[in-house]
T-cell receptor, first 117, second 116 residues
């Protein structure tokens, strides 16, 4: 079965420090991986995706993610955290369904990032 | 702003009632997806429509149904509501039919349903 795990419920980091939000996945076949961010009372915003190619993917707002096939991980990173980065972050994998295709996203449980001044 | 709109933002109703949630996809997107976000289940895929036709089903209860209209907006109908149906319901849209795994989905702001 295809799944995503985000092992940390919350990550705390000081403003200006680098941040990492962890994600591991389990898929049959090629992984198609996504990161989304959810601010309070808002929908999910797409940050970045890995489909193929370079293992380091750059996305919105200075975020990047590193794909590691051997460790089945797709960790989200940012070199210097901002207080405004505080939000709920979701890792997701595009999964196939019985009807064929890649119709749904399977989400991790989410990691709350708290950036302190 | 993702370009996906959802109405209403909030909905409060009683057990046993029926409600309809509405979603308009981004301009040009033919696929609409519905997700439920709850504290105990997290974010779960419910159903997908493409150009008016159902394409995929996830963990959608029989009491729930959806449709996509010719103008591509979609409605999610929830009936015989139970307390456990209280959740945030998201609509998302994307290009294509769902057979291209690289197409990201763009999410609306959600409808918060409270069943009392």
């Amino acid at each position: 079965a295809q799944s995503v795990a985000q092992p940390e419920d919350q990550v705390n980091v000081a403003e200006g420090n680098p941040l990492t939000v962890k994600c591991t996945y389990s898929v049959s076949g090629n992984p198609y991986l996504f990161w989304y961010v959810q601010y309070p009372n808002r929908g999910l915003q797409f940050l970045l995706k890995y489909i193929t190619g370079d293992n380091l993917v750059k996305g919105s707002y200075g975020f990047e993610a590193e794909f590691n096939k051997s460790q089945t991980s797709f960790h989200l990173k940012k070199p210097s955290a901002l207080v405004s980065d505080s939000a709920l972050y979701f890792c997701a994998v595009r999964a196939s369904t019985r009807s064929g295709g890649y119709n749904k996203l399977i989400f991790g449980a989410g990691t709350r990032l708290a950036v302190h001044p | 702003d993702s370009g996906v709109t959802q109405t209403p933002k909030h909905l409060i109703t009683a057990t046993g009632q029926r409600v309809t949630l509405r979603c308009s996809p981004r301009s040009g997107d033919l696929s609409v997806y519905w997700y439920q976000q709850s504290l105990d289940q997290g974010l779960q895929f419910l159903i997908q429509y493409y150009n008016g036709e159902e394409r995929a089903k996830g963990n959608i209860l029989e009491r729930f149904s959806a449709q996509q209209f010719p103008d591509l907006h979609s409605e999610l109908n929830l009936s015989s509501l139970e307390l456990g149906d209280s959740a945030l319901y998201f609509c998302a849209s994307s290009m294509g039919t769902g057979t291209t795994p690289g197409n990201e989905q763009f999410f609306g702001p959600g409808t918060r349903l409270t069943v009392l």
